[in-house]
């Protein structure tokens, strides 16, 4: 069965969207793999309890220069949007949550998982 996929858009730093397309890479997950790689850090975000601060965090980043499109699962951005809801209960004044949420994500599946010694 195919699952319906909803397209997305996010900004970020030139050098994390470098470190992510290493990563990807050397994660074995391909080229074609961003997505996948991006849609298992949304999942391992929202598992953490404290996520809203994680993405409270990820509202400070600037200088996002660097365009990525993803495609999400429509089962992924339904939890994304009772994830959102959740983070504006905390911090209502946060803006574009759901870029925020996902670049959190990104952020710390690079700080959380296994990095190679090459990786500065």
Do not use: C
Request: charged share 30%.
């Amino acid at each position: 069965m195919m699952q319906n996929k909803v397209m997305t858009s996010i900004k970020l730093q030139k050098k994390l969207h470098r470190r992510l397309q290493q990563r990807i890479i050397e994660d074995g997950y391909g080229m074609r793999g961003k997505s996948k790689w991006i849609i298992e850090s949304i999942e391992s975000l929202l598992e953490l309890a404290d996520f809203p601060t994680l993405v409270d965090i990820a509202d400070d980043m600037d200088q996002l220069s660097d365009i990525i499109s993803i495609r999400i699962p429509e089962r992924v951005m339904l939890r994304i949007e009772k994830a959102i809801i959740q983070v504006r209960k905390q911090y209502p004044t946060i803006e574009g949550v759901k870029s925020n949420l996902i670049r959190a994500s990104i952020v710390q599946r690079l700080l959380r998982d296994p990095t190679t010694v090459t990786e500065v």
